[in-house]
């Protein structure tokens, strides 16, 4: 009876733990970065700065692509670096 209660209650994944708070904080600040970048875009879209707006999505990409695949962004600057370098 009381594993019919845990597995209603509780799931069937057992106790509710911490594990993979670091995934759900990463994943939430992304989202968050997300919506205040979309949030300056309609700003400067709404005030008609067109220069502002076209250098701050420029800006933005950057910092979405980075936020959403940090190693990936890394390892392309680092292949760029190099070969401008040749090292």
């Keep these: 009876m009381m594993d019919l209660f845990n597995s209603m209650v509780l799931g069937t994944t ?3 733990s ?6 759900w904080v990463v994943n ?3 989202n968050a ?5 979309v949030g300056f875009a309609v700003f400067y879209l709404v005030r008609q700065s ?5 250098g701050f999505l420029a800006v933005a990409a950057l910092v979405f692509f980075t936020v959403g695949n940090p190693e ?3 390892n392309s600057l680092q292949n760029i670096w190099s070969s401008v370098t040749g090292a």
Excluded at 18 to 23: K, Q
Aim: glycine share 28%; proline share 4%.
């Design 28 to 30: 939430e600040g992304g």
């Design 50 to 54: 067109w220069g502002k707006l076209i």
């Design 33 to 37: 970065v997300a919506i205040i970048l």
């Design 14 to 16: 057992g106790l509710p």
């Design 18 to 23: 911490l594990g993979d708070l670091r995934g």
């Design 72 to 74: 990936g962004v890394m």
